[in-house]
């Protein structure tokens, strides 16, 4: 059942696909309180024309759309909080146009087109130990970032008029929280593609959220769906021959289902409750 | 009069057009302060001016310290209208309360004690570790008044706070600002329209519509011809009542 895992190339990717699951398990239910669940969809899709520019110019895909990821996280957040306009509003425009932008920067390169199809649904088992190493430096910042502001910015998640009073760095904490956002799912597209980042970075915070009503049962949770969707996940796309991205999505939508069920089994009283 | 809270000449505007213009105010210490006036009439935009949440045009001091240095220094305790924070938050009522203790450089061990001791004030304290979208309305704005009271501020800021409470709930709730207001020396500035259960309770009401309207004298208020100026020519006062308290659950 295991003899999977004795595979230097499972075992990169298991590695790398860990840690993904941890820094995405911190950031997905500050995402999901701050209502901005729909954020990581767009940076995720934002990435693509930031991997495309990095092909168009010859130079890492992967800084490219580091930056340009960033960049697009601190604008949907200026945007959203200068001009009165909805996050979800301004992400809704700007990740069709990031897209289009992608694709005509891949179609401008002659005669070197790139698989569009590995970029937008990704690949686990192309994890090298660089991009495992990659992925350690994300958790390193995102955990660093989470233990000194990650409860500041509960604080404006929950109540930004008061949290201003009470002096908390309500502005900068968003950007820089936008900006870690959208590091970590730059890492996570790298491993799973734009199309099902987004997957990874919200279901298994989401699927918490119906567990627990506490914010650090609800990140725990929300760590091991994650850390738990990718070791099933792996090991299903070894045994039965299928691509292990959508693997490992199927099970964290199996995970948000059974979530849901037991949350309507418990509001209905079958489990009793604390 | 020993002002203790001064307002000079304050204007706040949005998208160019004046919210409030020209008010002027001076409140006490430890005296329980009323703004009343129709809606849109910049109650809420006086509370927000003060507590620094929006731009100003003026002077806003405290004990003589301009305010925006004041707030460098202090926080000031604030109660948002209700239904305005995220109630099915994932955060304890006690974390609530710890809010409140952000400035202050002590472990988390300490703000916890302080945090219950506050919730124990507001006799919340049984309701320590129960999620606060779990709790009542009532019970909500009791652990909001515990955060703010955490601030260790000398003053309060409440905007409508009593929206959608039942009397019952009402009056145990003005009772427990009467008394951390007494135990504290608490300047409390609430905005409010409810004529009755405030001017039963407030030391000084003043009205607002746009510019202040008259202020001070809550007896003067109550003449049918100075609610008028505020609320219009055919507003009619409706009978004022005194519920006694009681222990029961808000």
Known sequence: ?274 | MSEFLKIESLSVLYDGKPAIENVNLELELGKFHVIMGPNGGGKTTLIKAIAGLVPYQGKITVNGMEIRKYRKIHSIGYLAQRGAQFYNFPLSAVEVVEMGRYRFKESSKTKRRKALRFLKEVEMVSHANRPIGDLSGGQQQRVLIARALATESQIILMDEPLTGMDPRSQSNFYDMIERIKEKHNLTIVMSSHDIGFTTAYAQNVFCINKKLVPHNEVVKLLNEPEISKIYGPNFRLAQHFHLPAEDDDV
């Open chain 1, 1 to 274: 059942m295991f003899e999977f895992l004795k595979f230097p190339f499972i075992q990169n990717a298991l590695i790398g696909g860990e840690i993904m699951a941890i820094f995405a398990g911190l950031i997905g239910p500050l995402l999901i309180f701050r209502k901005m669940s729909f954020m990581s969809v767009g940076v995720s899709h934002g990435t693509f024309a930031g991997i495309a520019l990095g092909i168009f110019l010859g130079i890492s895909p992967l800084w490219t759309a580091v930056v340009f990821a960033i960049g697009l996280g601190m604008f949907i957040g200026f945007i959203s909080r200068t001009g009165k306009i909805s996050e979800d509003a301004t992400i809704g425009t700007l990740f069709a146009f990031s897209m289009a932008l992608g694709i005509w920067l891949i179609g401008l390169n002659k005669g070197y087109h790139p698989d569009v199809m590995g970029y937008l649904f990704g690949d686990l088992l192309a994890i090298s130990r660089m991009d495992t190493y990659f992925a350690l430096l994300i958790l390193i910042v995102t955990v660093i970032w989470y233990f000194w502001r990650g409860k500041a910015v509960t604080y404006s998640s929950f109540d930004e008029d008061f949290a201003k009073i009470v002096g908390v760095p309500v502005e900068l904490d968003y950007y820089v929280f936008m900006a870690i956002a959208a590091l970590v799912t730059v890492a996570a597209v790298k491993f799973v593609g734009v199309v099902l980042a987004s997957s990874i970075m919200i279901a298994p915070g989401a699927s918490a959220k119906m567990l627990s009503k506490r914010f650090k049962t609800i990140t725990l949770i929300s760590i091991a769906f994650g850390m738990l969707s990718i070791f099933i996940g792996m090991m299903l796309s070894f045994e039965f021959n299928i691509s292990s991205g959508p693997c490992v999505v199927f099970v964290i939508t199996t995970l948000f289902f059974v979530s849901l069920i037991m949350k309507w089994l418990r509001n209905n009283g079958v489990f009793s409750k604390r």
